[in-house]
């Protein structure tokens, strides 16, 4: 398979009047937000790099909190997180290190309470001894108890059932790999599934892209590059894709941008010489509140270290 892009010549970086952008909650010690997602009844899951805790926060509280729900046994670090049904997720974690991770785990969580089980449960359900740094992740839509979780030094993406365990190497390229000159060597980061396609970010390539797929998660197409980076410096995370076929993805150093079906990129929130946005590592979009919350890691602002933050971005 071969690279194959739409836009000739390369869409521009658009320009316009910037969303309102809240902060909805800071962690006062330092904590890394990695990754989230959006729960049924409305709140936020965070995964971070702090000794593999997993929070919950309730963005339309009068005064958001962030509140441990879960550790992970064995990971010092979850990353990325996938619904594989009401209120149960599939997430990625192992012991950190430089760019190569190890004891790389998938675990599930459910939120699904009874009198038999009155506590959220997390169990490992595959350990994948090959992976080195696991990060995005997404379910399949049709079957959504089976897993697509991106290698960013592998340059592959791996595919989980987390009924059985099984787990195999769904998809191999070049376009999933950092170039070998990169001086971050994070190839494939944010991972979603939509419809029958899988969208994927390349920090190292700073590409947005897709390829389609079968139900069964199996690529049957070339890699359709439909936008590339134009900022120097910047690199894209994590991302949704909404109904209209744009998709608004995590820009470090500190912005989010909107990329369009057609590949234009407009920054929506920071960017520039902004403060707003620290290390944005992680896009959630609410459709119907038109709202998209944005996960950070935090970093230095002023000669002061600001921690993960979660904010609200008007659409």
């Not at 339309?60 to 550790?71: E, F, G, K, N």
């Not at 675990?107 to 997390?122: G, L």
Request: aromatic letters at 6%; charged letters at 15%; a negative charge.
């Amino acid at each position: 398979m071969h690279l194959s892009s739409p836009l000739t010549p390369v869409a521009l970086l658009a320009t316009s009047a910037l969303a309102q952008t809240t902060q909805l909650f800071n962690f006062t010690t330092y904590v890394d937000i990695e990754n989230g997602i959006i729960r049924p009844n409305g709140h936020l899951l965070l995964t971070t790099f702090s000794n593999g805790e997993l929070f919950t926060l309730d963005p339309v509280s009068p005064d958001p909190q962030a509140q441990l729900v879960a550790t992970f046994p064995g990971a010092t670090a979850i990353t990325g997180i996938a619904s594989i049904g009401p209120d149960k997720y599939a997430i990625a974690g192992g012991v950190r290190g430089s760019y190569h991770y190890t004891n790389e785990t998938i675990y599930t969580i459910d939120f699904n309470t009874s009198a038999k089980n009155p506590n959220s449960t997390v169990k490992p359900v595959a350990h994948l001894p090959n992976a080195v740094m696991l990060n995005g992740m997404a379910a399949l839509p049709a079957q959504p108890q089976t897993i697509l979780t991106g290698d960013s030094r592998l340059g592959c993406i791996f595919r989980t059932d987390t009924t059985t365990g099984e787990t195999d190497v769904a998809f191999k390229h070049e376009a999933l790999s950092a170039p070998a000159n990169a001086s971050v060597p994070i190839g494939v980061n944010g991972l979603k599934t939509v419809g029958e396609y899988i969208y994927f970010t390349n920090s190292g390539r700073g590409t947005f892209a897709r390829v389609r797929m079968t139900p069964n998660g199996t690529v049957v197409s070339d890699v359709e590059v439909i936008a590339t980076l134009h900022e120097a410096g910047d690199d894209w995370d994590d991302f949704q894709v909404v109904a209209d076929g744009s998709a608004y993805v995590a820009q470090p150093t500190n912005a989010v941008v909107r990329i369009t079906a057609d590949g234009s990129q407009q920054v929506v929130a920071g960017g520039g010489d902004s403060e707003v946005v620290v290390g944005p590592t992680s896009v959630h979009v609410d459709e119907g509140r038109g709202v998209a919350y944005v996960t950070t890691r935090g970093g230095t602002v002023g000669g002061v270290v600001v921690s993960g933050q979660v904010l609200q971005v008007e659409l």
